[in-house]
Each structure stands twice: as C-alpha cells, then as structure tokens.
C-alpha cells in the first residue's frame, strides 16, 4: 500500500491550494483519513481527519479557513486550503488506517508530503 500527495506549491497570503492524495495497493478497508503537516523546526502536527462515514474535526488554527474530504470510491482524500497564512507553511503529510485483509489488523500509512509555501 502507497499514499501519493500532491498539490503543494508557493501561493500568496490569502490565497488557496487543494491537495490531494490517494492511496493504491490492495485494500481491504480504509477508515479513518487525515492530514498533517511539519513546519520548519516544528514537530509534526495534527491539521484535519476524516471517518470513514465523513466525520471531520480540525486543528483550531486551521478551522473556517481548511476543509478535508474524501472520495471512498477512488481511495482519495482532499484538503482544500483557503484562507492562508505565512504560518500555514510546512510540509503537508496524508495518512490512512488501512486493513489490508479481513483477518490483518488496521495500520497507519503515510504518504510522503508535499510543500505549501505562503508569501506574505
């Protein structure tokens, strides 16, 4: 199993980016989905998550302004990012619990990351 995102690239202040990201590979089952991202010299953290059933929460500092989503049917899910600060620039990351059969167990997968670049 492979997550690939893409999306990433340098906007403006106030402007928006639509990243996605699918998964490939056998899957059995795919639950929950997210986002996070890592700034420079920052840890690694939460942005949004899915359910499977569309269920979505956010970090506070990105609410009103990132929306996450996701299409069950192509093993994909989005973040559409409007809004954008200087502070939003990191390295943007998808993940998925994934079973890859009815008896596996539900592992995290993450894709590789892609940069959002904010120009003030």
């Known amino acids: 199993v492979q997550l690939q995102a893409s999306g990433g690239g340098l906007v403006q202040v106030g402007g928006s980016l639509r990243l996605s990201c699918v998964a490939s590979?056998?899957?059995?089952?795919?639950?929950?989905m997210g986002w996070y991202r890592q700034a420079p010299g920052k840890q690694r953290e939460l942005v949004a998550t899915?359910?499977?059933?569309?269920?979505?929460m956010y970090a506070d500092s990105v609410k009103g302004r990132f929306t996450i989503s996701r299409d069950n049917a192509v093993n994909m899910v989005y973040l559409q990012l409007n809004s954008l600060k200087p502070e939003d620039t990191a390295v943007y990351y998808c993940?998925?619990?994934?079973?890859?059969?009815?008896?596996?167990?539900?592992?995290?997968?993450w894709g590789q990351g892609t940069l959002v670049t904010v120009s003030s």
């Open positions: 993940c998925a619990k994934i079973r890859r059969s009815i008896i596996g167990p539900a592992e995290d997968y």
């Open positions: 590979g056998f899957i059995f089952r795919m639950s929950d």
């Open positions: 899915i359910t499977g059933g569309g269920s979505s």
